[in-house]
């Protein structure tokens, strides 16, 4: 993504965070028009219109400004440098207090399995999680919200500087398909370290 190409995350193909316990360990969401079809959910995963999720973390209606994930190419034009602002939908269920087995999975760290699950993003001793504003692959932002399965919405607004690409995430929960942001129509090349 940092060199210009663009990519899209499905669920179950992101091995060795993703492993073969059982199917549905990770999940790609989207809002299908009409009854439930897999050509239209196929071209929904191609058009970059899903999140990835456990199945715990839930990011609804991305936009940035006027381009809406999954419509007109994921792709917002800008003149020059200057703000976006960012908004979703998010959802996030975790129980109330962190069991003897939410402890395990939070304690295993990023590299202990299960590799995707909510519980590795509460924040300590709370309900709640951080929904992150990704640019670029880096995490520059991000806004608590409780855990508690009700719908929130989240709001950023960040400075662009250069064509870049810009993503919500859950930690180890959910994450967005990018929206590309052209800036000056300069194509994004935002990385040389990614790209070396």
Known sequence: LNCGFRTAISGETDYPCIFDDRVGMARSYTQLEGKL???????????????????????????????????????????????????????????????????KIADSGFMGRPYWHVEKARLPETRSVNVELIVNGYPVQKQAIVADGVERPVAFTYAVPHSSWVALRVTASAHTNPVYIVVDDKPIRASKRSAN
């Open 37 to 103: 079809d897999f050509d239209a959910f196929a071209e929904r995963i191609k058009e970059g219109a899903t999140y990835v999720s456990d199945g715990r973390s839930h990011i609804y209606n991305m936009k940035v400004d006027t381009a809406t994930l999954g419509t007109g190419h994921n792709e917002l034009r800008l003149p020059a440098a200057g703000e976006v602002k960012i908004t979703a939908d998010v959802a996030v269920y975790l129980a109330e207090l962190q069991d003897d087995a939410g402890k």
